[in-house]
């Protein structure tokens, strides 16, 4: 499986930020930029700036899903009841790739992604193997028998850089997790302070 290093390492400098805690990240030796412009010293940002990397940084987290998706996602958060940016947060969560990445059964969300893609994955005994698709509360999500023994899910749910959520009850002996609840923002473990009030202020412009 591709690790895909590279690419997601470039979100990271773009943004300037570690968005995934992980200890390989040059975000974590050069905190600025790439290129070379990237060590200049930068002005003050406007409000549609700081909108814009809200948005950027939570959908490099999720694996930099297109903006058709994200645009989606967040009519959809907007529809329901409640406050925008929770749902908002909520829906994401709720992904499979983001639940099969929060489980451990996978290094990052990238592999998460490509892990569910190859058919890895059942939810409730079927196979799924949509990304993007809605986990929803009592779900139980299961690594395929044939792909429990990938040296990419061994070396992974091993991994101390992270812990599972308590929104999910994994157990690594089975390779099954369960989606217990829908989380709000408090909830979800992310490495760096996400935005999503701005998102919401960023679309309803």
Same mark, same amino acid.
């Given at each position: 499986?591709?690790?895909?290093?590279?690419?997601?390492?470039?979100?990271?400098?773009?943004?300037?930020?570690?968005?995934?805690?992980?200890?390989?990240?040059?975000?974590?030796? #050069?905190?600025?930029?790439?290129?070379?412009?990237?060590?200049?010293?930068?002005?003050?940002?406007?409000?549609?700036?700081?909108?814009?990397? !809200?948005?950027?940084?939570?959908?490099?987290?999720?694996?930099?899903?297109?903006?058709?998706?994200?645009?989606?996602?967040?009519?959809?958060?907007?529809? +329901? #009841?409640?406050?925008?940016?929770?749902?908002?947060?909520?829906?994401?969560?709720? #992904?499979?790739?983001?639940v099969v990445y929060r489980?451990?059964?996978?290094?990052?969300?990238?592999?998460?992604r490509q892990f569910v893609?190859?058919?890895?994955?059942?939810?409730?005994? +079927?196979?799924?193997?949509?990304?993007?698709?809605?986990?929803?509360?009592?779900?139980?999500?299961?690594?395929?028998?044939?792909?429990?023994?990938?040296?990419?899910?061994?070396?992974?749910?091993?991994?101390?850089? #992270?812990?599972?959520?308590?929104?999910?009850? !994994?157990?690594?002996?089975?390779?099954?997790?369960?989606? !217990?609840?829908?989380?709000?923002?408090?909830?979800?473990?992310?490495?760096?302070?996400?935005?999503?009030?701005?998102?919401?202020?960023?679309?309803? +412009?």
């Amino acid at each position: 499986m591709s690790k895909r290093e590279s690419a997601k390492y470039k979100i990271d400098r773009r943004l300037g930020e570690n968005i995934w805690g992980r200890p390989k990240s040059p975000v974590n030796k #050069r905190e600025y930029g790439p290129g070379q412009h990237g060590q200049r010293r930068k002005g003050k940002t406007s409000d549609f700036g700081l909108q814009l990397r !809200a948005k950027q940084k939570l959908k490099g987290h999720y694996g930099d899903i297109s903006e058709k998706q994200f645009r989606r996602t967040y009519d959809e958060a907007n529809r +329901r #009841r409640g406050d925008t940016s929770e749902n908002l947060i909520g829906l994401l969560e709720s #992904r499979l790739d983001a639940v099969v990445y929060r489980a451990k059964f996978v290094p990052t969300i990238f592999a998460a992604r490509q892990f569910v893609n190859h058919g890895h994955v059942k939810v409730n005994g +079927r196979r799924v193997n949509i990304g993007s698709y809605l986990v929803k509360p009592g779900d139980v999500i299961e690594v395929r028998e044939k792909s429990k023994q990938l040296v990419t899910v061994l070396e992974s749910v091993q991994l101390a850089e #992270r812990d599972v959520p308590d929104y999910i009850e !994994a157990d690594h002996n089975k390779m099954t997790a369960t989606f !217990a609840r829908v989380p709000g923002l408090a909830d979800v473990p992310f490495a760096v302070q996400m935005e999503p009030n701005l998102v919401v202020e960023f679309y309803s +412009r």
